[in-house]
């Protein structure tokens, strides 16, 4: 066991934990953000992925002990004063969640697309979301909430 | 009348009106990202004339909700759908009665507007919450009362926002995987290396550090689990039970080719009529009739397939005396019920099961199971509550698969190109090992874990399932008008692994055969393969589905270096119609590019277009995924396919456009649609690969080494 500090959604948090857990498990289990999902634990499938610094991660594999400078954002995290962010809120008018087990990977990983590449081709699409399943099959709506996001989509060409 | 209708007569078995302004649908059926809930509400805030956000839906729950079986099979909305327009339809009738008599006037002047009931004549009013407020109706459901009329709708067919969504984008679904009771453990399981492997001994000094360290190690013969406080340290706990155990291996799992076998092995056939199977001799196939111009046959073949859920299977259970309370993502509480209290020797009023969301799980998969393992862990730590959920590894390689299939068919044509004979076989497991409990005790022996236990049961023997399409035979039955067709289903014995209900159930692989081979019998006859199936359909609304698809697939010359293919069915017969038309192309990789696809569906009518759609989109991708990657593969000492690389899905990166054509038919019964697409999906990728290729695929999945090895014959 050993202390850890982490920043999670703007907020700092000491945890006792064995140094040696994925960063997901502490999400989940101690910081109760159950956004994240535990898919595979292989870092194959995207269910677990956050901003780290901005940038998606997989949450599944990696210590958390290696997490301890970064600014750590969840799916919960990204709502803006208590509303859904930008990206949420295409995910919800375009309906891009059957089950919803994969959604939080995806919008955590849509989040991270757009703010490096605000008007992603369909090849930064693919491979900013090669990392990630969903089983439902709700791909094509997640790939017109990304394009209802982007200079062109908002422009009206829905 | 239904089935659900004839179980749950009354009116308070499906809703309450609460004081709070709230109105609560009980429906027995359970939300699994198929937007049913969605669909219920809204049929149930248009039969009342209430807005939709004033619907919620009590969770599924033994003892409370309608017994409505298993959500399966598309039926959702043809069951429950009904039965909750029929409630509230009866309980607006009643509301509006008893309010014509509070204000003193006649029914025939009142007005209603969310839940407010106004009379024209004297403006005075009331409300459905000042009427019914947390009252019982005590009354029955008239199957007879009238609904709304099509052309009144407000609701039906318009656009809505699924229900959950905003919870679902923002992380705030609670998921049983999710769930957090003080006190409560965490738990794994350890496995045998393959189904008859059994614990010969376990390095009992292991078991007593863990227990040391605070675990608790549950062993009940080969079942074998550990729980403790922390997750992620009870999953290193496991890893280090496993290491620990040793297994006799017994003969393990027979290697025989699983094409060879499924025609080889000892087996139980019986013809098909009407999509009933029969208990007669099967006919002989004999000559083709003496007047055939042309005489084709051919074989296809589809492999083991599973579920492969996003989330692992998990559960929570807890003992209290005498009573077990589990919460599941079971899509069955009632039949879980029934099985599980036989399993463990309970009364089944003690077993308490309660719905919770799980991932997406199209068919029986491991939801079950993992419930059983949760109950067995929890009545060895009573008092407290247990969450256990499966690995990827376990889901991988622990879920009844849907199972590998081989369709032998023959067809005559005479002079004109119009079939004159026509005679398809269907080789398979079963599909049918949901835990129901039959007359005959099977149901504990359908829930794998038990098998495992001291006192275990034996492996279930597969009956012939015999109702109208269901099991091997679902879709078997074709579509079109061919005098007498000979068919013939065949349960297999002796197969290598675990099998049960997967989406479309043998429906998929049945109508990929069809079609495939309606598209070689037109293409020998020199008949374009639209026309073809055209001229042997006399029902209407199948036409319009292939004609609407092929428009839209056609519009346009074809790329270059591309192929389209189209095929069609209607869900066992009787559900909804769809026709899917694919483009595609094939890369010098001999990777499979999908390029577009269009979809037309015919599901009566419609009541939330938007989800319908998805569903349609839904049902493509993953037939697409079946049919470009999928296959379960295993050797002597068990399942191999264990996780997402060697078992591979359709990616982001392979999603064509996908264009849904509804064909809305107001007044029509609804008709599901969530299993309807994925024959057609599989037939016409493999038809548009011969268009862009030549080549005649017969064996899923059309990998790149499949292609390659079919382009060098
Ligand atoms: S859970 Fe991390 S990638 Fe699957
Ligand atoms: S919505 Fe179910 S896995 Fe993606």
């Not at chain 2, 078995?13 to 198929?34: E, F, H, N």
């Not at chain 2, 992380?171 to 006190?183: A, I, L, Q, R």
């Not at chain 2, 061919?482 to 002796?494: A, D, S």
């Amino acid at each position: 066991m050993a202390k850890i500090t982490l920043r999670v959604n703007g907020e700092p948090h000491e945890i006792d934990t064995d140094p040696s857990t994925p960063l997901l498990f502490v999400l989940r289990n101690q910081l109760g953000l159950t956004g994240a999902k535990l898919g595979c634990g292989l870092e194959q499938c995207g269910a677990c992925a956050v901003l780290v610094d901005g940038v998606s991660v997989l949450s599944c594999v990696r210590a958390v002990s290696e997490f301890e400078d970064n600014d750590i954002r969840t799916v919960e995290g990204l709502m803006e004063n208590g509303q859904p962010s930008a990206v949420q809120k295409a995910f919800i008018d375009e309906g891009a969640a059957q089950c919803g087990y994969c959604t939080a990977g995806l919008v955590v990983a849509t989040t991270a697309l757009l703010s490096q590449d605000p008007n992603p081709d369909s090849t930064a699409n693919d491979s900013a979301l090669s990392d990630h399943l969903c089983r439902c099959g709700s791909h094509t709506r997640v790939l017109k909430a990304i394009k209802s996001l982007t200079v062109e989509g908002a422009s009206g060409d829905r | 009348m239904t089935a659900s209708l004839t179980k749950q007569p009354n009116v308070d078995q499906w809703l309450s009106i609460g004081a709070d302004g709230r109105v609560t649908i009980r429906s027995g059926k359970v939300d699994i990202g198929q937007r049913i809930s969605t669909a219920m509400a809204v049929i149930a805030a248009e039969e009342l004339d209430v807005a939709l956000d004033r619907i919620d839906f009590a969770p599924v729950e033994t003892g409370v909700s309608p017994d409505e079986g298993v959500t399966s099979g598309s039926n959702s909305m043809q069951d429950s759908g009904q039965a909750v327009r029929l409630a509230t339809a009866t309980a607006r009738r009643h509301l509006v009665e008893k309010a014509a008599a509070a204000l003193e006037v006649d029914p025939s002047t009142l007005e209603l507007a969310d839940g407010l009931i106004r009379s024209r004549d004297t403006n005075r009013s009331v409300t459905y919450w000042d009427l019914q407020g947390d009252q019982p109706f005590d009354i029955a459901i008239d199957p007879e009362v009238s609904v709304k009329a099509p052309e009144t709708y407000q609701l039906v067919g318009g656009q809505t926002t699924a229900r959950g969504m905003t919870e679902l984008a923002t992380g705030k679904t609670e998921f049983v995987h999710d769930m957090t009771v003080p006190g409560m453990l965490h738990a794994r399981v350890v496995r045998p290396p393959h189904y008859h492997a059994r614990l010969k001994e376990l390095d009992e000094s292991v078991a007593q550090r863990l227990e040391q360290s605070g675990f608790r190690v549950v062993r009940d013969g080969s079942f074998l689990a550990v729980a403790g406080a922390d997750e992620y340290a009870v999953i290193k706990a496991a890893e280090r039970l496993a290491a620990a155990a040793n297994w006799n291996m017994g003969k393990g799992l027979p290697t025989r080719d699983i094409y060879e076998s499924l025609t080889a092995n000892e087996r139980v056939s019986l013809p098909v009529a009407d999509g009933i199977p029969r208990k007669e001799p099967v006919p002989p196939l004999g000559d083709p009739p003496t007047d055939a111009a042309l005489t084709l046959s051919a074989r296809y073949e589809k492999p083991y397939h599973m579920h492969g859920s996003l989330g692992p299977s998990a559960a929570m259970a807890k003992s209290e005396g005498e009573k077990l309370h589990i919460w599941t993502h079971s899509q069955g509480v009632y039949v879980l019920r029934e099985s599980l209290a036989d399993g463990l020797g309970m009364d089944e009023e003690d077993l308490h099961i309660i719905h919770a969301p799980g991932a997406g799980c199209y068919g029986h998969n491991g939801a079950d199971d993992v419930a059983v393992d949760a109950a067995l862990v929890a009545k060895a730590i009573p008092g407290t509550p247990v969450l256990l959920k499966w690995s990827r590894e376990d889901e991988h390689a622990w879920e009844p698969y849907g199972t590998c299939m081989a369709m032998e068919l023959r067809a005559s044509l005479d002079a004109d190109g119009s079939v004159i004979a026509w005679s398809q076989e269907s080789f398979g497991d079963t599909y049918m090992m949901r835990p129901r409990s039959s007359p005959d005790g099977d149901g504990p022996r359908r829930l794998l874990p038990l098998r495992y236990r001291a006192e275990g049961v034996d492996d279930p023997v597969p009956q012939p399932a015999m109702r109208y399409h269901v099991g091997i035979h679902r879709n078997l039955d074709p579509l079109y008008i061919f005098p007498e067709p000979r068919l013939v289903k065949n349960l297999v014995r002796g197969l290598p692994l675990r099998t049960s209900a997967l989406r479309t159930l043998g429906g998929f692989a049945n109508v990929f055969a069809i079609e495939c081979f309606l598209e070689e019998l037109a293409e020998a006859a020199g008949i374009d393969s639209v026309e073809f199936r055209i001229r042997h359909l006399d029902d209407e609304r199948a036409r319009d589905v292939v004609k609407a698809a092929a428009e839209a697939l056609y519009a346009g010359d074809t790329p270059p270096n591309r192929g389209r293919g189209i095929a069609l069915s209607q869900y066992t017969n009787s559900k909804a119609y769809a026709a899917v038309g694919v483009e595609l192309e094939v890369g010098d990789d001999a990777n499979i590019k999908l390029h577009r696809a269009v979809v037309a569906v015919d599901a009566g009518q419609v009541v939330d277009p938007d989800g319908l759609a998805m569903q349609c989109e839904g049902g493509f991708i993953q037939a697409a995924s079946w049919t470009l990657h999928e296959a379960v593969t295993f050797d002597r000492d068990g399942v191999t396919s264990r996780d997402w690389d060697s078992y591979p899905i359709l990616r982001f990166g392979n999603i064509p456009e996908i264009e849904t054509i509804l064909m809305d038919r107001p007044g029509n019964p609804f008709l599901g649609a969530g299993e309807a697409i994925a024959g057609p999906a599989g037939a016409a990728i493999a038809s548009a690969l011969h268009n862009a290729t030549g080549l005649r695929l017969r064996r899923l999945p059309f990998t790149p080494d499949a292609i390659r090895a079919a382009a060098m014959e």
